[in-house]
Each structure stands twice: as C-alpha cells, then as structure tokens.
C-alpha cells in the first residue's frame, strides 16, 4: 500500500458496457494499493454528461477533496494516482493515446490545444511532453484529478455532451474551466496504457 498524506478521493468510473477481465484486475490492484479515504462511484450509462455530473454531485456531497475520472479501458498505477495527487494542481491529467481507425485520422492524444479560431485541436505529437510537462487547453476524462472546489466555483452543469462537431463533455468542462480562470496541466511522467481494441474492415483486414 502506497505511504502518502492519505487524501479524501472519489474515483469516477463511467461505464457504458462491459470491461476486460484485464482491466478488472488492474483496477482492483489500483484501489488496494492506494491508502487514504478512497471511495468508487460507479455509474453505467450511454448518457456520459449525466453519469459524470452525477459522480461529482455524490463525491461533493460526501465531503471529498479529489476527484479522479479514470475511463474503464485506461490501465494506470497507484503511483500514478499519487504523482497527480502530488501536484496540488486545481486540474491535472495524465497522458495517453486514443485509438482512432485510420479512415477517421488514426490515434490522437487525450490533450488538446486551441488554435487561433478558439477550436479545439488534438495534440498528436506527445513527445516533448513525455517526461516533462505542460499547461494544455483541454482534455480528455480517462485518467483525470480535479480539486473538488473547482466545481464549487463553476457553476452547473459541468458536463454536457454534444454530437460532432459539437463539444465532449470532458471537452466541455474544459473549456468552462479554462474560461473560469483555471488551467489544465498535463504530466508527462503518468503516461497512462490506453486498451488497444480492433475492428475488422469489410475487406475482412484489420483496422490497426
């Protein structure tokens, strides 16, 4: 079990269907590992905006100092938990890839930046950020810790989700964070597994 200032912790998972056997093991060694008041709010659900404002609503009511959005395919450590929680940053994420099949711009990062229009665009180059790290727009929910008090001091709702080329949810919460006066920092050093699934093309060859 990780010796650490044993922090008050609402891990959010949104769950749409089933998980791998894999993943199950991952994170019930993730939660052993972890010391500290550390409570799990799961909420399964095709309506991602509703479960996730719904996790935060429980952990703010139940008096915890953190909450931490891990998604049901992002493999991570107990010391990665640790090294977020670490930073005494408002909102920090670690870093991971997003398979994306090839016809639709192949895999991109969780991490956005805006350009000069004020859109969102995916960071698809991490490597100057592995290691280090970097204040960033925008970023996806999969392996995310945000103080509690920065949705005390935003108002409702923090999440809504909108059909392309409308914003994600978590891009949503972004943009309204940022515009709130807070910033999102990226750390390189949680460069968290992100699980790898496939599709087969009608040519009966696998998407990769």
């Known amino acids: 079990m990780m010796n650490w200032d044993k922090p008050k912790i609402g891990i959010g998972l949104v769950n749409k269907s089933d998980v791998s056997i894999d993943w199950t093991f991952m994170f019930h060694r993730l939660v052993a590992g972890l010391s500290g008041d550390v409570k799990v709010y799961l909420y399964k659900t095709y309506n991602i905006d509703v479960a996730r404002e719904t996790i935060v ?36 994420t670690g870093v991971y890839w997003v398979p994306r099949p090839k016809d639709a711009g192949g895999s991109i990062s969780n991490l956005f930046i805006k350009d000069s229009k004020g859109v969102f665009r995916p960071v698809v180059d991490i490597n100057p950020i592995k290691g280090n790290q970097a204040y960033v ?72």
Not at 177 to 183: L, N, P, Q, V, W
């Open 137 to 208: 727009d925008g970023a996806g929910f999969g392996c995310i810790m945000i103080d509690s008090e920065v949705f005390r001091k935003i108002k409702k709702p923090w999440f809504v989700y909108r059909d392309p080329p409308g914003l994600s949810e978590d891009l949503y919460f972004s943009d309204k964070a940022t515009k709130a006066g807070f910033k999102i920092l990226a750390d390189g050093n949680v460069l968290c597994k992100h699980e790898k699934r496939v599709r087969f093309l009608f040519n009966g060859e696998l998407d990769l």
């Open 57 to 92: 609503e429980n952990i703010l009511k139940d008096g915890l100092e953190k909450v931490l959005f891990i998604d049901t395919d992002i493999y991570l450590t107990p010391a990665d938990v640790v090294r977020l929680y670490r930073q005494k940053y408002p909102i920090v």
